[in-house]
C-alpha cells in the first residue's frame, strides 16, 4: 500500500497545474463567503438574514464544483493520455490502486477544506458584528468555540471530503473527464432544479431529503433547525451515501472492464 501511495503521489504532484486547482478551491470558497457576508447589513432587529453561520460558509456551494473537477482529473487524466495501462501493468491489483488513487485525493481535501472553511469562519468572526450581527440585535455571538459553529465548520470540510469521494466514484465509472464532471455536476445541482418545478409539497420534501447536495449542506444549518427536512448529521449521512454508492459502482466497473 505505501508503494501505491508514493506512486499516487508522486503522480499527482508532478502533474501541471495542480497547484491553481488547490488555490482555486480557496479562492472561490472564501471568495463566494466573504461576497456573501460583505453585503449584508443588520441595523436592527429582524429583517435580517436568520442565520449568518450558515451565510459565511456559502462559498463551500462554489468551492464543491472545482473539488469536485480535482477528483475527477485525478482519475481520468491517466484514462486520457493511456498511462492507465502502464499503471495496472506495474500494479494489478486495480482496487488497491483506487485506494490509494482516493487516499492522495481525500487527503488534499481535507487539507484544502479545513483552509477553506477556515477562511470563511474567519471572514464571518471579523465582517459580521460590525454589521449588526450582535447580541442587541438578537444574534449569538460568532465565536469559534461555539458548539453549533464548530459542528457547521467541521461539517463543512466533510462534506468537500464526500464531494470528492462521489467525484472518485463517477470518474472511475466513466472514465471521460468532461462527461465525468457533467454527471456530478448534474446530480448536486439537477435537484434544486426540479424542486423550482416541483409544487407538490410531500414530493418537495422527500426531494429535498434524497438531494445529495441539498441534504448534505444541511450540516451547516445553525438556526430553525426544526423545519429542516432532515437534521443536519442525517443529511451529511445522505450525502455519505451517495458517496458510497459512486464509489461501489466505481470499484466494480473497475474490477469487470478492461483498462
Not at 449569538?140 to 467525484?167: N, Q
Amino acid at each position: 500500500m505505501a508503494v501505491a501511495l508514493h506512486a499516487e503521489w508522486t503522480k499527482w504532484r508532478t502533474l501541471p497545474g495542480q497547484a491553481w486547482v488547490i488555490l482555486g478551491i480557496i479562492a472561490v470558497t472564501i471568495g463566494v463567503s466573504y461576497a456573501a457576508i460583505a453585503t449584508q447589513h443588520c441595523p436592527a432587529v429582524g429583517g435580517c438574514i436568520s442565520d449568518p453561520v450558515k451565510q459565511s460558509l456559502v462559498g463551500v456551494e462554489a468551492g464543491q464544483a472545482v473539488v469536485a473537477i480535482l477528483a475527477v482529473l485525478t482519475v481520468t487524466g491517466e484514462y486520457a493520455t493511456g498511462m492507465i495501462r502502464v499503471t495496472f501493468t506495474a500494479m494489478p491489483r486495480r482496487l488497491l490502486v483506487l485506494t490509494a488513487k482516493t487516499s492522495v485525493v481525500l487527503a488534499l481535501v481535507l487539507a484544502v477544506g479545513a483552509v477553506s472553511v477556515l477562511g470563511c469562519v474567519l471572514a464571518g468572526r471579523l465582517i459580521l458584528p460590525g454589521h449588526g450581527f450582535t447580541l442587541a440585535n438578537g444574534y449569538a455571538a460568532y465565536s469559534p468555540g461555539s458548539s453549533t459553529l464548530l459542528r457547521a465548520a467541521c461539517g463543512a470540510v466533510l462534506y468537500l471530503v464526500l464531494i470528492a469521494l462521489m467525484s472518485i466514484g463517477v470518474a472511475t465509472a466513466v472514465r471521460e473527464s468532461a462527461v465525468a464532471i457533467g454527471v456530478v455536476l448534474g446530480l448536486l445541482y439537477l435537484f434544486p432544479i426540479l424542486l423550482l418545478v416541483v409544487s407538490n409539497t410531500t414530493w418537495h420534501r422527500h426531494l429535498e431529503q434524497i438531494a445529495p447536495m441539498i441534504a448534505g449542506l444541511d450540516i451547516i444549518s445553525t438556526t430553525d433547525l426544526k423545519s429542516l427536512p432532515l437534521t443536519p448529521w442525517q443529511g451529511l449521512g445522505v450525502m455519505a451515501a451517495w458517496a458510497a454508492g459512486c464509489l461501489l459502482l466505481g470499484g466494480a466497473l473497475l474490477r469487470l472492464r478492461d483498462a
